[in-house]
């Protein structure tokens, strides 16, 4: 008995550790991944259509999420965890990088709306 309970214990502790770092880290790389696609999106919007989209925003705000995400891997394989000060640093750069993002992504859906309501003028 005491060797399930073990052996259970362990594999509990993979599955709340390990595995939901490994699982915020690609969560993170693909969230990053999905913005600078878009951006590079509005990007072609804005070369066919001559419209500024601020792709920019889209492209490079995810920056901080980036961060985040490669942070956090190397405080795993260091530490295991973030420090309080790195927790800051890099909540605060999750922050910063959503609310660029959220306002990349107005821009474009105003830009896109006119394209597609009123056409190319």
């Known amino acids: 008995m005491e060797e399930a309970r073990a052996l259970l214990g ?3 502790d993979f599955l709340y550790f ?6 915020s880290i690609a969560g993170g790389l693909l969230l990053w991944w999905g913005f600078f696609t878009v951006g590079m999106i509005a990007r072609k919007y804005e070369q066919t259509f001559a ?3 601020n792709w920019q925003f889209l492209a490079l705000a995810p920056s901080g999420i980036l961060i985040y995400t490669i942070w956090q891997g190397i405080a795993y394989i260091q530490r295991g965890k973030f420090t309080v000060t790195e927790q800051w640093i890099n909540y605060t750069l999750v922050l910063i990088s959503g609310v660029l993002c959220l306002w990349g ?5 105003k830009v896109a709306e006119r394209i597609m309501t009123k056409g190319v003028e």
């Open 51 to 53: 419209r500024r989209t």
């Open 18 to 23: 390990p595995l939901t770092t490994f699982f």
């Open 105 to 109: 992504a107005y821009v474009f859906k």
């Open 10 to 12: 362990a594999f509990v």
